[in-house]
């Protein structure tokens, strides 16, 4: 059974920093890209950032480039989300994701808050 448990959320001020990690479990994790979702009240969850199954090719949505880095840790079965430089439009809940046999999984999240 695929399992994904976040960690690391918590409420921050504007321009502050948190990182998130993501636990996996139930899969051979190395053989898979991981990524990073979020969805704030009332919006559509959305992508936020992905890695390939070696950790070589990154991609990010285009409201967190430059603040925001996805890494991973196959030795550990965890992907990481380092946020930097964090706004108030970053307050959402984050989501680990793996798409494994067709089948997207989904851990409980971790919710982040801006907020001064």
């Known amino acids: 059974q695929v399992q994904l448990v976040e960690s690391g959320g918590g409420l921050v001020q504007p321009g502050g920093s948190l990182r998130l990690s993501c636990a996996a479990s139930g899969f051979t994790f190395s053989n898979y890209a991981m990524s990073w979702y979020r969805q704030a009240p009332g919006k559509e969850r959305e992508l936020v950032a992905a890695?390939?199954?070696?950790?070589?090719?990154?991609n990010y949505a285009d409201s967190v480039k430059g603040r925001f880095t996805i890494s991973r840790d196959n030795a550990k079965n965890t992907v990481y989300l380092q946020m930097n430089s964090l706004k108030p439009e970053d307050t959402a809940a984050y989501y680990c994701?793996?798409?494994?046999?067709?089948?997207?999984?989904w851990g409980q999240g971790t919710q982040v808050t801006v907020s001064s």
């Open positions: 994701n793996v798409r494994r046999r067709g089948t997207m999984w």
């Open positions: 890695i390939t199954s070696a950790g070589g090719i990154t």
